[in-house]
């Protein structure tokens, strides 16, 4: 039995060493050291070796390629899953600063309230997966609008989405949210046609200072924005129902607004849990109208 170990492939480190022993031997043959008949003999392992090390170079080249548009694919999906989930907006403070989303910010936001309208009472005459269709529709047409005006869709609450303006272009947020809110109201009609029910909304909108921060554990976390601005857009949602009004806002949200909109007072308040009335606003054409107008419970 031979005592030898069995040979292994060559590695890039030993054709290297090949190169330069043939190198140094191709030096010495023309120092007249070494015969011709021995140089040919080194050159030509030299060329296998470099034909060798060639298409090792090739096959690295190709995994490497592989796995970088793998790495590239995976990342993009990441990244759409992400935006799906939780906003671009907020996508995007997250990948900026992982760190800095756990911490608690201030930030001064303008917050929204959609609610479908006496849905309970159409709904229960539907099945489960036609309220889960008409739910899917419902999204459909009035994300549309939101994204079109830069809104990010916080959470979905059954039939009510919370919705937030501000993170981007926080000079333009109120008007780009009374705009959202508008052409929601102006395709309602249409969207009835579609799904074939009728579908009443109501808005809430209202402008203040949230907290902006990460809750949750290690295991199970989300981006949360809370704070008095919220629960008061919430209350101004659900005041359009006993107004008759689709779209109410505060005066906080009314000193927002830089465009000229034609605006009507509907007057003092009391809020649901608050102490001291509030004033609210609508927009003119919308008072009396029965295009939105938020009748019958949620």
């Given at each position: 039995?031979?005592?030898?170990?069995?040979?292994?492939?060559?590695?890039?480190?030993?054709?290297?060493?090949?190169?330069?022993?043939?190198?140094?031997?191709?030096?010495?043959?023309?120092?007249?050291?070494?015969?011709?008949?021995?140089?040919?003999?080194?050159?030509?392992?030299?060329?296998?070796?470099?034909?060798?090390?060639?298409?090792?170079?090739?096959?690295?080249?190709?995994i490497?390629?592989?796995?970088?548009?793998?790495?590239?694919?995976?990342?993009?999906?990441?990244?759409?899953?992400?935006?799906?989930?939780?906003?671009?907006?907020?996508?995007?403070?997250?990948?900026?600063?992982?760190?800095?989303?756990?911490t608690?910010?201030?930030?001064?936001?303008?917050?929204?309230?959609?609610?479908?309208?006496g849905f309970?009472?159409?709904?229960?005459?539907?099945?489960?997966?036609?309220v889960?269709?008409?739910?899917?529709?419902?999204?459909?047409?009035?994300l549309r609008?939101?994204?079109?005006?830069?809104?990010?869709?916080?959470?979905?609450?059954?039939?009510?989405?919370?919705?937030?303006?501000?993170?981007?272009r926080?000079?333009?947020?109120?008007?780009?949210?009374?705009?959202?809110?508008?052409?929601?109201l102006?395709?309602?009609?249409?969207f009835?046609?579609?799904?074939?029910?009728?579908?009443?909304?109501?808005?809430?909108?209202?402008?203040?200072?949230?907290?902006?921060?990460?809750?949750?554990?290690?295991?199970?976390?989300?981006?949360?924005?809370?704070?008095?601005?919220?629960?008061?857009?919430?209350?101004?949602?659900?005041?359009?129902?006993?107004?008759?009004?689709?779209?109410?806002?505060?005066?906080?949200?009314?000193?927002?607004?830089?465009?000229?909109?034609?605006?009507?007072?509907?007057?003092e308040?009391?809020?649901?849990?608050?102490r001291?009335?509030?004033?609210?606003?609508?927009?003119?054409?919308?008072?009396?109208?029965?295009?939105?107008?938020?009748?019958?419970?949620?």
């Amino acid at each position: 039995m031979s005592n030898h170990e069995p040979s292994k492939p060559d590695s890039g480190s030993d054709l290297f060493a090949k190169e330069r022993a043939t190198l140094e031997q191709a030096q010495t043959a023309l120092k007249g050291e070494l015969s011709a008949t021995e140089l040919q003999d080194q050159l030509q392992t030299l060329t296998k070796s470099y034909r060798k090390l060639l298409r090792q170079t090739e096959r690295l080249t190709r995994i490497s390629d592989r796995r970088q548009n793998k790495y590239y694919s995976v990342s993009n999906e990441l990244d759409h899953h992400l935006a799906r989930h939780v906003g671009e907006a907020i996508k995007d403070e997250i990948l900026r600063a992982p760190t800095e989303v756990e911490t608690i910010h201030k930030r001064q936001l303008v917050i929204a309230f959609i609610d479908v309208r006496g849905f309970s009472t159409f709904s229960e005459g539907l099945s489960p997966d036609a309220v889960i269709t008409f739910l899917k529709h419902y999204y459909d047409y009035s994300l549309r609008i939101v994204h079109r005006h830069g809104g990010l869709v916080k959470c979905f609450m059954g039939d009510g989405v919370m919705l937030v303006f501000g993170f981007r272009r926080p000079e333009t947020a109120a008007d780009r949210a009374l705009r959202c809110g508008a052409e929601i109201l102006e395709e309602l009609p249409a969207f009835r046609e579609t799904v074939g029910l009728p579908v009443r909304v109501g808005i809430g909108l209202h402008h203040g200072e949230t907290a902006v921060g990460t809750i949750g554990t290690d295991r199970r976390a989300e981006l949360a924005i809370i704070g008095n601005t919220v629960n008061m857009a919430a209350r101004i949602e659900s005041e359009t129902k006993s107004q008759g009004v689709p779209l109410l806002f505060s005066n906080a949200f009314r000193d927002q607004l830089k465009e000229n909109w034609p605006l009507h007072t509907v007057g003092e308040v009391m809020l649901r849990g608050l102490r001291s009335p509030t004033t609210l606003f609508t927009l003119g054409h919308l008072m009396g109208s029965a295009s939105g107008a938020a009748a019958g419970a949620s």
